[in-house]
């Protein structure tokens, strides 16, 4: 299993931005989840490589841009217009899926350790 290192989170004012990357190469789908304390770990973005098709959950259409560079092998998750609602641990995720099944399952076996974000009223 190949050791996937998340980096970028932080803390920000709601309405700021963050980055966050994901150091994995060597699958052909790719998402981010999060979890706020007390909820459950929810999808958030996916990312068919194959295709560079993309999915994103209803909450942050709009606000995030989940992209994928070959070159650094580095997977990304763009979060603009943060909100306080934002705030979780954020989780990359690897698989080999294909297709619709890949955008749309949220199953992914292959995990980060995680980085906190927090975003503040």
């Known amino acids: 299993q190949v050791e996937m290192v998340e980096s970028g989170g932080g803390s920000v004012q709601a309405g700021g931005s963050l980055r966050l990357s994901c150091a994995v190469s060597?699958?052909?789908?790719m998402g981010w989840f999060r979890q706020a304390p007390g909820k459950e770990r929810e999808g958030v973005a996916a990312?068919?490589?194959?295709?560079?098709?993309?999915y994103y959950a209803d909450s942050v259409k709009g606000r995030f841009t989940i992209s994928q560079d070959n070159a650094k092998n580095t997977l990304y998750l763009q979060m603009n217009s943060l909100k306080p609602e934002d705030t979780a641990m954020y989780y990359c995720?690897?698989?080999?899926?294909?297709?619709?099944?890949?955008?749309?399952?949220?199953?992914?076996?292959?995990w980060g350790q995680g980085t906190q974000v927090t975003v503040s009223s």
């Open positions: 995720a690897a698989d080999r899926h294909h297709g619709n099944y890949c955008l749309q399952s949220w199953d992914f076996a292959y």
């Open positions: 060597g699958y052909t789908c």
């Open positions: 990312i068919y490589i194959g295709a560079g098709s993309t």
